[in-house]
């Protein structure tokens, strides 16, 4: 993977995340209309009614859609023990600059940009998954190492990224 695409892909998530954090401001703006005593529409006008789904839990643990993920020349796998062993009350630097503590419990902490997000991590079938709060499916990828280095796909996307770890949470994420 060239510089230039390992840029353009962390620019196009931090796009993403950045709608992402839009459209959750825009939902909680028309939840606290909805909530909090709007002021009574003029009898001209129609309010469509609303409709609130029931929360889907897709894909079900264990069914995500995977990709071939690549990694470098000299990376080996490792397995699902090893992998919680690797990461769990640890802090990784990811790139573009994201940090994110993996909590013993199964919950992750992240900070990017001075913002702090939060969601869970587990491992399945010796891949690593995270879902993100507000995400409606986890993202998982096999993990390999080379050296003190961690691999693995930051968003299912084909190239495995390099992952510093670090123990505990020195940053105290919460």
């Known amino acids: 993977m060239t510089r230039t695409n390992a840029v353009d892909r962390r620019g196009a998530w931090r796009l993403g995340f950045g709608l992402a954090v839009l ?3 825009a939902a909680g703006g028309v939840w606290y209309y909805w909530h909090a005593g709007a002021k009574k529409v003029q009898e001209t006008q129609s309010v469509p009614s609303a409709v609130i789904a029931e929360p889907v839990s897709y894909p079900a643990p264990g069914k995500e859609p995977s990709t071939k993920t690549e990694f470098p020349a000299g990376a080996a796998a490792i397995s699902g023990p090893e992998i ?3 990461l769990s009350d640890h802090t990784a630097l990811l790139p573009g ?3 994110e503590y993996y909590a013993p419990d ?3 902490h992240g900070l990017a940009e001075e913002k702090h997000y939060g969601g869970s991590w587990t491992v399945r079938n010796d891949s690593f998954c995270t879902l993100l709060e507000g995400g409606d ?3 998982c990828s096999p993990v390999e190492r080379e050296g003190n280095t961690l691999y693995w796909s930051m968003d299912g996307e084909e190239g495995a990224s390099p992952v510093s770890t ?3 949470n020195p940053r ?3």
């Open 23 to 25: 459209l959750t401001v």
């Open 84 to 86: 919680t062993a690797a």
């Open 97 to 99: 600059g994201f940090v």
């Open 106 to 108: 199964g919950k992750l």
């Open 137 to 139: 499916a986890s993202v």
């Open 166 to 168: 670090m123990p505990g």
């Open 172 to 174: 105290n994420l919460k």
